[in-house]
Structure formats: structure tokens, C-alpha cells
């Protein structure tokens, strides 16, 4: 079966210490995408990708990075400078830029 | 700039009840316009979606049409039923300025009672 799959569905990381988060999609859609959600609040874009080796900042980008090494996959960094990053974060892909996306599970990030 | 404005919610209906859930928008070209739906702990899935003016949309019950002289798209469903419970998100594409970016609005929490 097609689809995006996130991993993993909890995280739990220390203060100071950068996280990667995984997302992997086998639909052969050219743009990627991250999003954060916090609670009770709509989707914010943190990064997106219209093709291989290319990447996008979007209106959060501060305190993450990304990479597009290859078309399946679009991995999240977490880095030590994101100041609140307890959040849902939600990968998203689809065809091209602009068309109906198709989102993974997500992965719930706690700070402790 | 484009943006998306949703009533805002939560929505509490009793079963077989009709919904409507408010959506209008702002936009300087021609947008693609969608609904997603999300359930508690999952992430967004696509309802349904309209391309273009008068289109109607249509998924499970739910509908929602176009329009462009009142810049809405209004989400629609003639009986909830308790699994409909979730949070849905209206959003929109605008290719045609070289947009990149879908908008969402922020959501609707919609609970359905027995």
C-alpha cells in the first residue's frame, strides 16, 4: 500500500539535544513537506521541498533543518535552538506543489 | 496575502443532527480549495476539494461548493453520526500566482453526542 509513514509516533529528548525525525513516503510525489502543530492550533509550515535536493524555508524554519537526499524521504532536524519544540509534527507529500496533500501519521515531540 | 478564516468551534451536535462549518477566503488568483479532517492522534486526511468556481465537493455525506461571489466554501452534512467527531481544516492552493503553499485555517473541533 501507498503512503507517508512517520517515525517514531512518541519522542522524548532532553533540553539541549538536537532530534531527527523520519518521513518516508512510497506515493513518487515530487514536493514534501513539514508541518508543527501545538494544541488546539492549525498547521504551521516548517519547511518544504518541490524536488530532490531542494528545500524551502517556510514560516517557522528558526531552530530546524532538513534534507532531500533522496525523492522518498524528507527527515526532520530538531536542533538545540528551537526554543519550545513540544509540539505534533506532521509530513505531509503530494504530486506537486499545490495539490491535495497526503499526510503521515505524525510524531509527538516532548521536551523533558 | 492568501488567508483561510473558519468559525471557530467547538461545534457539539447530537447525532443525525446537520452540520455546517463556515469557511471563507482571501486570495489574488484562482484557488484550489479543500476540507481535511482530522481524528484525534492522526494526522490530516483529504475530505474533499473544489478547483474551480460552482464545483461542488463530495465525500461520505459531507459537501461543500465553491463560491467565488462570496469567496466561501462552506463544509455541509445532512446527519452526523459520533464517528464524524474530529477536527476539520478548510484550506486553499493558489497555483496560478506560483504559490507553493497550501493555507489552512485553523480548524474546527466538531463532537457529536449519542
Known amino acids: 500500500d501507498g503512503g507517508i509513514t512517520q517515525s517514531p509516533k512518541y519522542l522524548f529528548r532532553k533540553e539541549g539535544q538536537n532530534v531527527t525525525l523520519s518521513c518516508e513516503q512510497n506515493?513518487?510525489?515530487?514536493?514534501m513537506y513539514w508541518y508543527r502543530q501545538d494544541p488546539g492550533q492549525g498547521l504551521r509550515l516548517i519547511y518544504y521541498?518541490?524536488?530532490?535536493?531542494?528545500?524551502q524555508k517556510g514560516d517557522i524554519a528558526e531552530g530546524y533543518s532538513v534534507s532531500r537526499e533522496k525523492k522518498e524521504s524528507f527527515p526532520l532536524t530538531v536542533t538545540s535552538a528551537q526554543k519550545n519544540p513540544t509540539a505534533f509534527y506532521l509530513c505531509?507529500?503530494?504530486?506537486?506543489?499545490?495539490?491535495?496533500?497526503?499526510f503521515g501519521p505524525g510524531t509527538r515531540l516532548t521536551v523533558l | 496575502g492568501n488567508s483561510v478564516t473558519q468559525m471557530e468551534g467547538p461545534v457539539t451536535l447530537s447525532e443525525e443532527a446537520f452540520l455546517t462549518i463556515n469557511c471563507t477566503y482571501t486570495?489574488?488568483?484562482?484557488?484550489?480549495l479543500f476540507w481535511y479532517v482530522q481524528y484525534p492522534g492522526e494526522g490530516l486526511q483529504l475530505l474533499l476539494k473544489?478547483?474551480?468556481?460552482?464545483d461542488k465537493g463530495s465525500n461520505k455525506g459531507f459537501e461543500a461548493t465553491y463560491r467565488k461571489e462570496t469567496t466561501s466554501f462552506h463544509l455541509e452534512k445532512g446527519s452526523v453520526q459520533v464517528s464524524d467527531s474530529a477536527v476539520y481544516f478548510c484550506?486553499?492552493?493558489?497555483?496560478?500566482?506560483?504559490?507553493?503553499?497550501?493555507?489552512f485555517g485553523a480548524g474546527t473541533r466538531l463532537f457529536v453526542k449519542a
Open positions: 521541498s518541490q524536488i530532490v535536493n531542494d528545500f
Open positions: 486570495a489574488t488568483g484562482y484557488p484550489s
Open positions: 484550506a486553499l492552493s493558489d497555483g496560478n500566482t506560483g504559490g507553493f503553499k497550501t493555507i
Open positions: 473544489a478547483t474551480k468556481a460552482d
Open positions: 506515493l513518487n510525489h515530487d514536493a
Open positions: 505531509a507529500s503530494s504530486i506537486a506543489s499545490g495539490n491535495e496533500q497526503f
